[in-house]
Each structure stands twice: as structure tokens, then as C-alpha cells.
């Protein structure tokens, strides 16, 4: 089985940035993405790579505030997070999956996904 570690996550004041990381092992993944979980909501895709190919997509609420990207040599996926706002107050999760999505539109359904982290808490206060 694939291992996935979430670190990064804290509090921080609207406005301001937070980087998490996911270091990644076991076999080799496709598709790497980040969910978030706020209290009593439904998980909600964030930001989805793939770790060799050319593809990278993004929610509207976080397109021009956060990055995903990923370190090969260290086997970490990032998702650097700015302009920081309270309604970005989740628990993240990274999660992978080994096959190709053929359809982009559904890249951020969770369900899709096989390997899932622990999670890691990011609280925004206005």
C-alpha cells in the first residue's frame, strides 16, 4: 500500500500563507491531489497534479491564491497557500491514485482517489 504524510498546517491570520507538505510512498502514483474538510461541510477538492505529466487544476476558489507542486528528489507534493481566508479553515488532506483520469473534469472527486493522509488542520481567523 501507498503512504501518504500530511504536515504544514497551523493558524495564521487572513492575508497570510501557509505551505503544506505530503511526502509520498510506495509505488508510483498518477495523480496526486489535495481535499479539504471543514466542520460539518462535505469534503472539497482543493488542487490536483500529476506527478510526471504536464497537469495541474485548481478550484475556483483557490485559483491566483494557492500552488500545487512537487520536490521528485524528496517525494513531497506542496501546496503553498496565500491570501489566506477564514473560509479556507479545513482539515487538508493529500490523496493519490494510480490511474489515469480520462475525463479532467472529475479530477477532484474524492471518491476516485485510493491512498488517503492523516490530515492537517489549517485555521484562518479574520
Known amino acids: 500500500q501507498g503512504q501518504l504524510v500530511e504536515s504544514g498546517g497551523g493558524s495564521v491570520q487572513a492575508g497570510g500563507s501557509l505551505r503544506l507538505s505530503c511526502e509520498v510512498s510506495?509505488?508510483?502514483?498518477?495523480?496526486v491531489a489535495w481535499f479539504r474538510q471543514a466542520p460539518g461541510k462535505e469534503r472539497e477538492g482543493v488542487a490536483a497534479?500529476?506527478?510526471?505529466?504536464?497537469?495541474?487544476y485548481y478550484t475556483d476558489s483557490v485559483k491566483g491564491r494557492f500552488t500545487i507542486s512537487q520536490d521528485n528528489a524528496k517525494n513531497t507534493v506542496y501546496l503553498q497557500m496565500d491570501s489566506l481566508k477564514p473560509e479556507d479553515t479545513a482539515m487538508y488532506y493529500c490523496?493519490?491514485?494510480?490511474?489515469?483520469?480520462?475525463?479532467?473534469?472529475?479530477?477532484?472527486?474524492?471518491?476516485?482517489?485510493?491512498?488517503w493522509g492523516q490530515g492537517t488542520q489549517v485555521t484562518v481567523s479574520s
Open positions: 490523496a493519490a491514485r494510480p490511474c489515469a483520469f480520462y475525463d479532467t473534469r472529475v479530477v477532484l472527486t474524492n471518491r476516485l482517489y485510493s491512498y
Open positions: 510506495g509505488y508510483t502514483h498518477s495523480y
Open positions: 497534479m500529476h506527478t510526471a505529466a504536464d497537469f495541474i
